[in-house]
């Protein structure tokens, strides 16, 4: 049994960061104070605090793309993750890369994601079909 990861970065305004991982993402508000909030990020918890959000270029090639660096994320199911791909698109937030599947036919084969926060923090989201390939070689 995975254990929760928990993962505390800045962002620069909360109330555009609860309209974004709570209104778009659909997570569940925790704790907050008037300078950070915390969030139930699909099983993980987030705490974003107010300040200077992550220094990133796209400089990492993975596959064909060059994806954000640093970035976080999350591994969902392939039904969850094209769900979360049409609220994300439905929302109007812009790609960085769009659902694309990537290593097509190959150990780890998957759906991935890219977009931003408001704040301009990089997010990937991943989606298997077979969650054993998560570590495939």
């Known amino acids: 049994?995975?254990?929760?990861?928990?993962?505390?970065?800045?962002?620069?305004?909360?109330?555009?960061?609860?309209?974004?991982?709570?209104?778009?993402?659909?997570?569940?508000?925790?704790?907050?104070t008037e300078t950070w909030v915390d969030f139930d990020f699909f099983g993980h918890q987030i705490?974003?605090?107010l300040g200077t959000p992550f220094s990133n270029e796209t400089t990492g090639k993975v596959g064909d793309h060059?994806?954000?660096m640093p970035h976080?994320?999350?591994?969902?199911?392939?039904?969850?993750?094209?769900?979360?791909a049409a609220r994300v698109e439905e929302a109007g937030v812009n790609f960085v890369i769009p659902p694309t599947l990537r290593f097509?036919?190959?150990?780890?084969?998957?759906w991935t994601m890219f977009f931003r926060?408001?704040?301009g923090n990089p997010i990937e989201v991943k989606g298997f079909a077979d969650q054993s390939?998560?570590?495939?070689?």
Do not use: N, T, W
């Not at 049994?1 to 508000?29: N, Q, S, T, W």
């Not at 976080?72 to 979360?84: C, N, W």
């Not at 097509?104 to 998957?110: F, H, K, L, V």
């Open 1 to 32: 049994m995975l254990m929760p990861f928990h993962f505390a970065y800045h962002v620069h305004d909360l109330d555009a960061a609860r309209a974004f991982y709570g209104g778009i993402l659909g997570c569940k508000e925790g704790r907050s």
């Open 47 to 49: 705490s974003l605090h």
């Open 66 to 68: 060059m994806v954000p």
């Open 72 to 84: 976080f994320g999350l591994v969902l199911d392939e039904p969850r993750f094209k769900a979360l």
């Open 104 to 110: 097509e036919g190959q150990p780890g084969e998957q």
């Open 117 to 119: 926060d408001p704040s």
């Open 133 to 137: 390939q998560i570590f495939a070689a």
